[in-house]
């Protein structure tokens, strides 16, 4: 069964501090893992993707790495802000020859002052 | 920058009641979706379609029924509402090229149901 379970459900830091979220995954056959950002009461935006071949990538304080062998995701933040309280979503694609994506429940981020 | 609207941010709608929920996208995207979003839960496809006229059953289509007359335009209908349905409903677009393509979504719907 396809599947994406997040890991922790909720994270509280302190501001500057750096964290790490998991995601895990049986998608297959595997296409591609976005992660999203969605603030509170808004729609999510598409932090980084990564397909089969890629093992890391950078947006910023954000950096997502991929092990395609142990389909596992990790979304490391650095240096956090206020403004990184957020739910991140994993969302992972297969390749199905039509569309199928699963989304995790994501991991919602509390960054305290 | 794409930008994807939808209709209203907040409805309440009594049980039985038809609803309609509207999203509009502005980049000529060929693929738009309907989720809805609930605690604890992963985003839950349920409807998109692929062009205009055409129309894909998600993971849970039951009780949903989509209309997309104009390529911008993709309107999610629950024919009869129930407390159930109660949710976050968000609307997303992307180009041709799924599951590559990168869907950009809507800021969300929240209906209550009562």
């Known amino acids: 069964k396809n599947q994406v379970e997040q890991s922790p459900q909720s994270l509280i830091i302190l501001e500057g501090k750096n964290c790490t979220l998991q995601?895990?995954?049986?998608?297959?056959?595997?296409?591609?893992l976005r992660w999203y950002k969605q603030d509170t009461g808004r729609g999510p935006v598409s932090l980084t993707i990564?397909?089969?071949?890629?093992n890391t990538k950078s947006n910023g304080r954000y950096t997502a790495t991929l092990d395609a062998d142990t389909k596992q995701s990790s979304l490391h933040i650095t240096a956090s802000q206020l403004s990184d309280s957020a739910s991140y979503i994993c969302?992972?694609?297969?390749?199905?020859?039509?569309?199928?994506?699963?989304f995790g429940a994501g991991t919602r981020l509390f960054v305290k002052a | 920058d794409v930008k994807v609207t939808q209709s209203s941010r907040y409805l309440v709608k009594r049980t039985g009641e038809k609803v309609f929920l509207e999203c509009v996208q502005d980049?000529?995207?060929?693929?738009m979706f309907w989720y809805r979003q609930d605690p604890g839960l992963g985003l839950r496809l349920i409807y998109f379609?692929?062009?205009?006229?055409?129309?894909e059953k998600g993971d849970i289509p039951e009780g949903y029924s989509v209309s997309r007359e104009k390529k911008e335009r993709f309107s999610l209908i629950l024919e009869s509402a129930s407390t159930n349905q109660t949710s976050m409903y968000l609307c997303?677009?992307?180009?041709?090229?799924?599951?590559?393509?990168?869907?950009?979504f809507g800021p969300g719907t929240r209906l209550t149901v009562t």
């Open positions: 997303a677009s992307s180009p041709l090229g799924q599951p590559l393509s990168e869907q950009y």
């Open positions: 995601c895990n995954y049986t998608v297959s056959p595997f296409s591609n």
């Open positions: 990564m397909t089969f071949s890629e």
């Open positions: 969302v992972v694609s297969a390749n199905t020859g039509g569309f199928k994506t699963i």
């Open positions: 980049m000529d995207h060929e693929n």
């Open positions: 379609s692929y062009d205009v006229k055409m129309k």
